[in-house]
Structures are given as C-alpha cells and as structure tokens.
C-alpha cells in the first residue's frame, strides 16, 4: 500500500514536470530596464487637409475611404486653453482631431507629425447655424461618429481607436504661425476649402478692443445645459447698459466666478436662452452670502475685438493656466492694439479666435 | 485562568469505581524534542465508555491507576497538538508504563499568518479590509474558524480586525494610528512565533485585560521556542511561489541560557493573481538567560525586510471582459517583464527585553520594553496634467461608450465594439491596453521638454517609531484568589510622507498641488505643497529620486494605561472581574506648509505673498494651519469586565462573561485629511462597547463542544474618508460620527470520533446578525478650502433600506408596484450589514490519523450573507435625490440598497505524513488542496466607488460599478520539513 503510494507520487510528480517548469517561473523582482524610446511611424500622407475638408457635404460623413492625411501638432493643451483635442496643419489647412483625452501635449508634441488613417472616423462640422441673420459655418472636424445626434461627431476617447487611426511621426520644430491681413480672413461660409487659413495657426495684427464680452452661465451644472431655466447669457443683449458685464480678464477662473457673483455684479442679468427669458434675474438666486444655486465652476469667456472692421472673438477657458489674467487697462480703454496668434475658426460663421497660451497675446504701446 | 485551571486538573478527577491494582504511565512530550506538554488531557475508555480521565502534570507525567486488566483505547488532546489515540493493555494487574506518549504539533493552525492573505489595495477607497486571524487552542470553533475560514476573509462574529488584541511577549501590539492587527511585523517567522497564548471572548488575559474579541499572545522568548534544529521548504500556488525556513533552538542550557534563531525567504508569484509576488526575508534572534528560576531576562529582535505586490479591485465589467475574476489592475509590462505598481516596502525592526521575576510559585512580576522602529513604503502611480494610467479607468472601457438604459445618455454602439475589442483580444498586442503601459509613461516622461516626468511612482511612507514599557504582576495569593494586574505607557510618533521611488525616466518631479492648481492656478503660492521652499526660492521645489514631497506629518499618540483583574475560585465555581483606566491622547504634527492652508508663520503672523493673504480660517473663525502641532485630543478610556464559569460532572462546563469598554478613536478616525491640515471630526468622542456571552462547553471520551452565544453592541464610531464628489466636481473630506453596530450570533464547534480508530468528524457554524443600528451624522467638507458643503446631515439610509413591493409588467419590465391610491408600498426595511464577513459561516471535517503519522482530512465549508462594504455618500438624501432634489421611491430603490454576495461552498483537503529515522531525524510533508471544486465566483470582499454619474434627464444619479475582490481557485500548498 505504501509502496503503490510513493510509486504513483512519484510518476505524477514525473508527468507534471513540464507543467511545473511553467509553474516555477520565476518573478522578476530585479531592476527594471528603461523602456525604448517609442519610434515614429513611417508613413505618408495621400489627401490634403483642405480635400479631407472639401469631402464635408453638409452633414456628418463617416469615412469608408482609405484616405490618410498627414499634419503637424499646431496646439498644446499644456496651458488648458485647448482641452481634449488639438489641431493639426499642413499647407493646405488646419483641421481638429476629437481625441477626447486629458494631457494630450504629453503624448503628441507640438510640431511634431501625425498620420491620420481616417477610414472608419467621422468628418463632421461643429458650430454651423444656418439663421439667416447671423449664421454660417463652423468647423470641419475628425472625431468618430455620434448616434446620440447632439454632435455630428463625437470624441474618438477609446485608445485603441486612437492608436489603430492617429499615428506619431518624427517629432519636428513647432508650426511658425503665418501673419494675415483682414482681407485674408475667411467669410461666414468658409471652410478649409476655400480658405487655407482656417484652422491653422496664423497672428492677426492690430486688434482693438470692442467693449463686448460674452460668457454663458450655468445656474447649476448638472442640470439639463440646454434648458433656458439654467442659462444665463452675459451678453450686450441680455443688459445693454453692460455690454462687458464687468469682466477684465481673458476668462474666469472658479475663483474669480465666485468673486463676482457674491459681488452682486451680474445681479440684474436675466435668466433665459437667446431671447426667451424665464423672468427671473442672476440676483434671485442670491442665498445667504452666496449664490448657492450657482455651480462654483470656471467659465470660458469671448472677448471681443475688431481687426479693422471685422469682430474677432477671443475665447478662453476658464479652467486654463491664464484665465484669471487682466487685460492691460490700456487695452480695455481703447489705447492699445494686441498682436495675437492662434487658432483661428469659425463658429456660426463668426471668427473665433483661441491662442495657446498668454504669450500668444502681444500689447503694442 | 488557564494555569489555575491546570493545577487543579492535575488532580486524578474521575475514578473507577472497582478497586484494581493495574494502571497506566508515562509522560506526554513533544514529539520535537521530547519537551514536556503539561496539562494534556488523557482520557481512557472502554468499548465506547469512558473509564478514567486525568491531565498530565507541567512536567507532563501523569498517572490512572486502579484499572482492571484489559484493553483500553487511550485518547490524548492537548493544546495546539494533533489528538492522539493510542491501544493499552494493561495484564496481570501491573501499571503498565508508556514512557513516552508523543504528540505532533497541529502542523495547520502555525501556517497562518498575515502572508496567508493577499495585500488588498484598497488605499484610495477609503476601506479597509483585514481580516481576524485566529490562532488555534484546543478549541474546536478556534481551530477550525482560525486556520479554515481564513481563506473567505473572515471576520470572527463579524468585529473589525482591530478589535483583536494581539500581544507580543505581553505588550499589546495593535497600531497606534489605525489599531489593526500587526501580523505584518513577523510573518515568515512562524517557528519564532509559534508559542502563543490566546483567549476567547471578554475573557482576560493575565498579562492585560483584554477586550472583547480575545486577545492572542505571542510568546517569541528564546526559550519557548522549540528545541533543535527545523528546516522546512513550502510551495504554495495562491500566494508566493517558495517559502524556505531555517531555525534553531537551543533548548535551556545548563549554564540557564537559552536562544533561538529563525530565518526565512518567501519568493515568488503564484498561479492565479498575477502582479503578486513576494520578495520578503525573515530574520529572529534572541537571548535568554534564566537565573535560578528566580530572574529571567530575555532579549530578541526581528524584522522581515521585503516587498509584496498589492491587488487592485476592478468592476465586473472588466473581470468579465477578461474573463477573469482575479484580474488585477496594478502591473503592465515593462520590457517585457511584469511589472506591478503598488508594492509594499518594509523594514520593520522590533526589539523586545524582558525581565521576568518569581521569587515563589505564587508569585511573578514581569517588566517588558518594546521597540518598533523602521520604514514601511508602498508605492503607486502619481500623475501631474497627464492622462489616468490605470487600465481599467472607467472611460477606457465599453460601458462608457454604451448602456442599454437610455437614461445614461451613453448609446455610441461602434464605440463600444472598440472598448470590448481593445479588452476581449488577450494577446500580447493589446497587453498594453488591459494592463499598465510602462513604455508608455516611459515615454511621455522621455518628451517631456525639461525632463520632468509626469508620470512617477511615489512611495507612501508610514513609518512608526512606537516603544512601549508593560509591568504586569501575577499573584496566587490563595487557592481561592490570583491577582493579575499591571501598567502600560506607550509613545508613538509615526512619520508619514512620500518620496519619489522613481521617476520613471525622467529627472524630476514638481512638489506643488494639482488639484490645488487646477481651482487657484493663478496664484501659484496657493499650489505649493511646501510654501516655505516656495518663498524662499521663489519656485516650486523640484524633486529627484528619493526626495520627500507631498506631505509630511507626524501623527503623535500617548497611551498610559493600569489594569487588574481578580480569578476567584470557589470549588467548581471560578469567577473573574477586571478593570481598566488610562489616558490615551493624540495629536498631529505637520512638518510641511502648504499653500492651500499656510496657517500662521513662526512669529504668530499672517502670511502674504504677492500682496495677497494666504492665511485662511474656518467657519469658526480658526486659522487653518497645515504646518506644526494641532490641538492635542484627549481622552479617558476604561474598560470593566466580570465573568464565571461553573464546571459540572462528566466534562460540562457553564460560563457567562459581561464587560462594558470606553475607547478612544484612533488617528485615523480623527483627522479629516491629515496629509494636508490639522482639522478633526466634528464632535469627536469615545467608542463605547458593550458586550456579554454566555458559552456551554463539553469535553469527554474524545467528544468536544462549545456552544456561545453573544451580543455586542459598538455604538459612537467615527470615520472619515476622502473622495471625488461628482454633485460639486471636486475632492472632498467625508466626516461622519455616531456609527452603532450590533453583533449578536452564535458560535458552535464540536468534534466527535466516527466509526475507524483515529477518524474523527468535527464540525463548526457561525451564524450571527452583524448590523449597522443607526444614521449616522455626516459632515463633509472641500478638501481644497475646507468650504463646509454639508453639515450634521444624517446618513439617511445607512442603516436600513426600504423595500419596494415590484410588479412585472406585460412586456417583461418590473416596476415598483402602486397601491389603487397611487402610493408605492414599502414591504419591509432591509437592515444594511457589516461588510465583508459572512453571517453565516460553517464547516464540516473529517480527520483520519493513522498511527503509521499519516493524516488525511476532508472538509466542506459553507459561507452566506456576506456583504459589500456601503459607501456613505449613496445612502445620504443629498446623492439620493439627485440633481433635481427630489426624492423618489425608484431612486431610493436603486440607490440605497446594500449587495449581497452570493453563498459559497468549498471543499478542501489535506494529507501528510512524517517518517523518523534512527528516532532522532524526522522528515515529513503536508500538503493542502483548497477549492478543490475550483469555484472562482466567490466575494470575498470590495467596496463601492463614491463616484454618480448625471442622468440624461438630470433628475437623478446613478452609482458607478462597485469593485470586488474573488477568492483564488483551487490552489495547493505543500510543505516538507527537517527536523533534528
């Protein structure tokens, strides 16, 4: 009996050898060896930026062609200003990829060349209006495609569909931004097509001040965005007395919001969407020392300015770097023109205007 | 009690009515080194009756006689020893002497330690999750629940880990800051530490109180370890690969010196959790030198330096994308080789000396000094302005793109395909996207423009300098009364900070606040974590390898305690009462100014920077100070206990014990976010315990039993946790006070022998309710500002949930019925539980001992009504509510209601058997087949995440998955040991 035991321990023991030789494997607890560097992918490019555009028909195209475009890295969302995408140019024009990833400078460069393969994403255009009296064009962008209907595309997100579409070449020196005159600057109806400036980096020159800003509220931000009840438009036509509505800085921060609501400020402007107003003013929601309504979040800003007798709008973020910073005294009065480099777009047919970072914006004494 | 015990049962108790010259002799001893085992208990019966029973005397003789002549079956049990069965014949009317009866240490029971568990990651939930490790005494429940229930994570009658006393050479051990259990300090050292000594219950100890879930004593002086040399080699597939032990014990010399060394090197990974592994030694050594039986000082110190990888919990979601339950989240590859991101790092010293002193049998004092000093590190991921680099970040996967109810707002079907494609193909190709990207942090970190790295792996650094002094006195001053009693001091001050362990390809870290950043970016002195660097070099410190950033606090605590207790003993009747007074205080020290609460600087001024103040105050009008010495919080403890126990004829006893305990919270219960201020709870208090348990036992003829039934009622718990709140996109500090629980249940183990010579069945069950009592108040704060956001709201479902009565419509969707006035119908309240513990836990085994050392068992265990830890935040109004802070029945439904983890059923097996060769070397193995039914679905534990997600009508929040953690497969472990 004994003896059966140990034989048959013993041929077990014999057959599991090569499962234990896997079983034994030792883990490797040593010092880690650095990663390679990552190597740029070997590509080239067979459709311009401006034919990928010219493809756009008026509504989303999900792209069953092997089309392949190739552009530098023309933003950063180092300072915040751009948040989840970045633009990439080529001669022809700038486009926006939707990548819809947080801290994408670390991964994609500034300057250096990406290859899309834009087979299975979708060009779509975001900010188009077709009102009569101030509508237009938006911006032709490459996103993936959104069922939901909110957007004509929505953000690519998902790593993999980043990885198996958007390919990194060699990193390369950063876009050199092309300086424009007013009469190089794109119509309501432009896109890339028409106009090799829209989407890139390009500095506009000797801009004034036009006295307007524009922000849009949210009473609370996890209710329904679009519903009037939670919108507040802090615009010249909301409060024609106060068409800037107090605001020096070229966004604000959670901070500053803060600031200026309990400050009483906006206490008059109304509550309601484009002209439908619900009755009821900022100062309504007016609590104990607070607005605690009002969600304590950063806004993004317009700025207005004019470039000789075209309306620039510069748009920044709340959540970015400079936010919080002020717009020389000299600016605001009028004194002063700025210098400004940025990605220059459309939205509803107007130029909306977004820099990199603060330094993009130069003061001319 | 159980010394007291022993000297009475030395006593020949039960005799044979018929005057016989015959009887039976010998000595019980170990089989490792013939030591004697005193106070085993012998029992001798006949064709099934018992005839005569008695225990062996400290020197382990012990002696029936008056027997007539014939075959008797001899039955040995004794504490922490496998029972022992053996055939006499006694002829002629001679005493038959034995000489040797040798038994064999109950192998089992000693494997458990903290190793047996895997190091749940738990540290950014907010939870715990350690389970009770009970160590065997001839208890059956002990024995079986100790060592077989360790594996379901266990908590015995469902009391945190940290209510479990374990002592070291009579210096209660449990952390300053947290209380848990230390077990972590010797694991690997289980030879070192095998002596124990251990109490169930409110029963006391004799070297300290006690509280209510027993108190456990590692003995660890030289001497009490066994003698001879042990070398043992473990294989084990559910935890680490190999296990090597060596030790030695000298034995008491003539000269009355004795030591003992122990070394141990655990290594490896194992078969089911990947990223796991070990990489831990062991080390023991001491001294002991006795003189005259009079003085005895002992000196030993230990460590066990290593790492140990940590498991993460993930979603179902992903397990079942992985198909895969023991999926863990924490490694990628690096180079090709894994790699895991949180390790545990340590190197823990603990130094003990011990004088002992007994003048007279009746009388000995012991005074100890303890010492724990050394690093304890755990490393993770730390990111500035950069992508989530943890696979399983919950927008990487399908249920992000899609869900099938509309109200999510998530219905991008092709995106979906893409998340379920990047997690389904499990090949090397997309290892990358289901595991960390090392290459890629690398790389990011390679780009980055100056070289600082926006990836890095930080190492949490707890590191404890913790002395205790402990004099105890144990007086028999009559066979009626023994005096135990005693005084305790302890001083811990416990740095904690971070450093950076590597920089993962870049060249430095930045030691400012993004989260800081990210609200009061355009006044970067608010962003710094060390203000005082920042305003004496005009920027933000920059980090290399090794350099402390973050945070950096002492947690300071002061403990001083006396103690006594009484053992009265009135012939069958032994009664005890005790009592217990200290001091115990706390307070923070924080050794880093951070910009977000720069307080006052050292001269009592506020402080400015660039025109602007940065000194801030509270609600309350107190400056906010992250730098320097808090308040120190005080407070009176005592504990009161009493009990009796009553012994009847044939092995019956009776006891009843009560005790009613006020304790103080610790630390970590205290400080709402002691990284970054001095703040405490609110209306912070004592914990007030009151517990009783009636217990049955039985032991005779081999049959054993204790039946107990208890009821424990914790009530004024606080706790704080801190998290992301999605209502005020922000982070958040969670205070909330006034937690009561109750614990009732019964506790059952019995063992019997079953038809063959040396099988025996025995069997356990727990079964107990273990539940929140009340709603707790809850404050909650922003981690940023300390802006109250909500404060004294109750937690309005933590306790119960209601139940709504549902009815299923034509098309197959339930609903929550309504009665004909419209109203929904609640049909009860569902209590909420303690998590993580089964409420019912049972066992059933059988064990065939051969007299040849063979050993065999086979057990089937049963686990039900274990339940996942709650998350305070889904149980408040506010979260219930939802965006539009209307509350309804549908949202309370979904919100509210406590998980619980389906029933399991285990079937485990071991066998072993040793062999002596020329009677001095013994060799042997023992080897271990756990779920054997290789069941993968069992819950061992987890929490919910804090985190809602809006719905698309904004009208209500839904919660985010919660994440578990699963039991191994079947796994086996095998051990062979030498011995001489």
């Known amino acids: 009996m004994k003896k059966l035991f140990i034989i048959s321990a013993a041929l077990l023991l014999l057959a599991s050898c090569t499962s234990l030789k896997e079983e034994f494997q030792p883990v490797f607890t040593g010092k880690y060896k650095e990663p390679d560097k990552a190597q740029p992918a070997q590509m080239s490019a067979n459709t311009t930026i401006a034919e990928l555009a010219a493809m756009y028909n008026g509504k989303p195209w999900d792209i069953d062609k092997n089309i392949i475009i190739a552009g530098k890295v023309s933003t950063t969302d180092k300072p915040g200003n751009f948040y989840k995408s970045l633009y990439i140019q080529d001669e022809t024009g700038g486009i926006e990829l939707k990548f819809g990833r947080n801290g994408l400078y670390n991964d994609y460069l500034p300057g250096q060349t990406l290859y899309v393969k834009c087979k299975g994403l979708t060009l779509g255009m ?107 438009f802090l615009s010249p036509s909301n409060v024609a007395s106060d068409p800037t509505a107090g605001i020096t800085t070229w966004a604000m921060s959670k901070a500053k919001m803060t600031e200026y609501l309990t400050s009483g400020r906006w206490d008059a402007f109304r509550v309601g969407s484009g002209n439908t107003y619900t009755g009821e003013t900022v100062g309504d929601f007016k609590g104990e020392g607070s607005y605690p309504g009002f969600e304590k979040a950063a806004y993004s800003v317009s700025q207005y300015f004019k470039m000789g007798s075209k309306e620039i709008q510069i748009r920044t973020s709340g959540y970015c770097k400079f936010s919080d910073v002020e717009i020389p005294e000299s600016v605001l009065s009028g004194k002063s023109t700025i210098d400004v480099t940025g990605i220059l777009t459309l939205y509803q047919g107007n130029i909306q205007f977004t820099v990199n970072s603060i330094d993009d914006i130069v003061i001319n004494d | 009690m159980k010394k007291l015990l022993t000297t009475l049962s030395a006593v020949l108790i039960a005799i044979t009515a018929l005057a016989q010259s015959g009887g039976v002799k010998g000595s019980v001893v170990d089989r490792q080194g013939r030591a004697p085992i005193g106070d085993a208990k012998i029992v001798l019966s006949q064709k099934g009756e018992e005839v005569a029973r008695c225990a062996s ?123 848990y259990s230390p077990y972590s300090l010797w694991s690997g050292l289980n030879e070192a530490m095998r002596a124990k000594e251990t109490t169930m219950g409110l029963e006391p100890y004799t070297e300290g109180l006690g509280r209510y879930n027993g108190v456990t004593n590692i003995m660890a002086n030289p001497s009490s370890v066994r003698k001879g040399w042990r070398f043992s080699a473990l294989t084990n597939s559910a935890m680490y690969r190999l296990r090597l032990m060596g030790t030695y014990a000298s034995g008491e010399l003539d000269n009355g010196i004795s030591y003992a060394v122990n070394v141990s090197a655990r290594v490896g990974g194992n078969d089911w959790i990947k990223g796991i592994y070990y990489r831990s030694f062991a080390y023991y050594a001491g001294i002991e030198k006795n003189f005259d039986d009079i003085h005895r000082v002992t000196l030993f110190t230990f460590a066990t330096p290593g790492q140990r990888g940590a498991q993460n919990a993930s979603t179902q979601e992903v397990y079942d994308l992985m198909g895969d339950n023991m999926y863990n989240s924490n490694w990628g590859y690096q180079n090709g080789k894994v790699r895991n991101s949180r390790v545990r790092k340590t190197f823990e010293p603990v130094t003990v000396l011990r004088y002992s002193y007994t003048p007279t049998t009746d009388l000995e004092a012991n005074a100890t000094l303890l010492w724990r000093t050394g690093k304890n590190g755990y490393t993770a991921l730390d990111w500035y302005d950069a992508a989530d680099p943890r696979p399983d970040y919950y927008r990487n996967l399908p249920s992000y793109a899609y869900m099938e109810e509309e109200d999510y707002n998530r219905s991008n079907d092709e995106k979906y395909e893409w998340a379920r494609e990047m997690w389904t193909q499990h090949n090397r190709d997309f290892a990358n996207y289901q595991h960390l990207n090392w290459d890629r942090l690398y790389n990011v970190n390679y780009n980055s423009p100056d070289g600082r790295s926006k990836y890095a792996l930080e190492e949490r650094h707890v590191d404890q300098n913790d002395i205790h002094l402990a004099a105890n006195l144990k007086w028999r001053a009559s066979d009626h009364f023994t005096l135990n009693g005693g005084a305790t001091f302890r001083w811990n001050k416990t740095e904690n900070y971070k450093v950076i362990n590597d920089l993962l390809g870049g060249q430095y870290y930045l030691n400012i606040d993004q989260f800081a950043e990210r609200d009061f970016g355009a006044n970067e002195a608010l962003t710094q974590n060390d203000l005082d660097y920042y305003m004496a070099h005009g920027e933000a410190q920059k980090i290399e390898k090794g350099g402390k950033y973050g945070y950096d606090y002492y947690a300071n605590v002061r403990d001083a305690r006396i103690w006594a207790s009484g053992e009265f003993s009135f012939g069958r009747l032994t009664a005890n009462a005790g009592f217990e007074a200290g001091y115990n205080s706390f307070w923070r020290e924080g050794l880093l100014r951070k910009g977000l609460f720069a307080g006052l600087d050292d001269n009592g001024n506020e402080i400015f920077w660039g025109g602007q103040r940065l000194t801030n105050y509270d609600a309350d009008g107190n400056v906010i100070s992250s730098k320097g010495k808090s308040d120190v919080f005080g407070f009176f403890v005592w504990n009161a206990k009493a009990g009796a126990a009553y012994r009847f004829d044939g092995g019956h006893r009776v006891s009843a014990n009560a005790g009613f305990l006020n304790d103080a919270p610790t630390f970590n219960q205290a400080f709402v976010s002691p990284r970054t201020r001095n703040t405490v709870v609110p209306n912070l208090t004592t914990t007030k315990t009151f517990s009783a348990d009636v217990n049955y036992q039985y032991n005779n ?63 356990v069950l727990s079964l107990g309710e273990y539940i929140y009592t009340s709603n707790p108040i809850m404050t909650q704060t922003m981690d940023n500002s300390t802006d109250v956001l909500v404060s004294n709201e109750p937690v309005e479902y933590w306790k119960s949930s209601p139940v709504y009565k549902k009815a299923k419509l034509p098309d197959g969707t339930t609903v929550l019925d309504q009665n004909a006035d419209g109203e929904y119908i609640i049909e009860k309240e569902q209590k909420h539980y303690v998590p993580s513990t089964p409420q019912l836990a049972a066992e059933i085994a059988f064990n065939y001992r051969l007299q040849s050392y063979w050993f065999f068992e086979l057990n089937g265990q049963y686990f039900a009504g274990s339940h996942l830890d709650m998350n305070p935040l889904y149980r408040t109004t506010i979260a219930v509510a939802g965006p539009d802070h209307v509350v309804t029945p549908a949202e309370i439904d979904y919100m509210t209601a406590q998980e619980k983890f389906a029933p399991a059923f285990l079937l485990n097996a071991s066998i072993g058997k040793s062999w002596y060769i020329n009677r001095k070397y013994n060799f042997g ?46 796994n086996y472990m095998l051990n062979l040991y030498f011995r001489f």
């Not at chain 1, 931004?177 to 106009?195: A, C, H, M, R, Y």
């Not at chain 1, 980096?201 to 931000?221: D, P």
């Not at chain 2, 939870?127 to 229930?149: E, Q, R």
Request: aromatic share 14%; charged share 20%.
């Open chain 1, 126 to 232: 975001y900010g188009f209006s077709s009102s009569a009296s101030y509508g237009g064009n938006g911006m032709v962008q490459l996103g993936f495609t959104d069922p939901s209907g909110e957007y004509e595309t929505s953000y690519l997100e998902n790593p993999l569909l980043i990885d198996q579409h958007i390919f990194k070449g060699e990193t390369g020196t950063e876009v050199a931004s092309e300086v424009i005159t007013e009469s190089q600057l794109p119509g309501k109806n432009d896109t890339q097509k028409n106009n090799r400036y829209i989407g890139k980096l390009v500095t506009l020159k000797g801009l004034k001040y036009a006295n307007e800003a524009f922000v849009l509220l949210y009473i609370n931000s996890n209710w329904d965005k679009k519903s009037p009840q939670n919108r507040v």
């Open chain 2, 925 to 970: 193995f023992s080897c271990e087949i756990k779920n054997m039914l290789n069941n993968r679905n069992v819950k061992t534990g987890g929490y919910e995440q804090t985190r809602l997600i809006n719905s698309a009508a904004h009208n209500r929040y839904y919660r985010f998955d919660s994440k578990y953690f699963y039991m191994c497969g079947a």
């Open chain 2, 701 to 763: 003829g081999g049959y054993s039993a204790r039946v107990t039934a208890f009821w424990t009622k914790i009530m004024d718990q606080t706790d704080v946790m801190s998290f992301y709140d999605d209502t005020y996109h922000s982070f958040t500090n969670f205070a909330m006070w006034g937690i009561d629980q109750r614990h009732a249940g019964i506790e059952i183990g019995a063992r019997a022998p079953f038809f063959l010579k040396g099988l025996t069945i025995s069997g």
């Open chain 2, 57 to 179: 005397a400290n020197d382990g003789r012990f002696l029936i006689d008056r027997l007539a002549d014939g075959m008797y079956d001899m039955l040995v049990t004794a504490d922490g020893y496998n029972d022992l069965i053996v055939s006499v014949t006694v002829d002629k009317g001679f005493v038959k002497d034995m000489m040797f009866v040798t038994m064999t240490a109950s192998q089992k029971i000693a494997e458990v330690d903290d190793s047996s568990f895997t190091e749940f990651d738990m540290d950014d939930s907010g939870y715990t999750d350690t389970p009770t490790i009970l160590y065997g005494s001839n208890d059956v429940y002990t024995n079986i629940a100790g060592y077989g229930f360790s594996a379901i994570r266990f908590k015995n009658r469902g009391y945190n880990s940290e209510t479990q006393d374990v002592y070291l050479s009579g210096i209660r051990l449990n952390d300053a800051i947290t209380g």
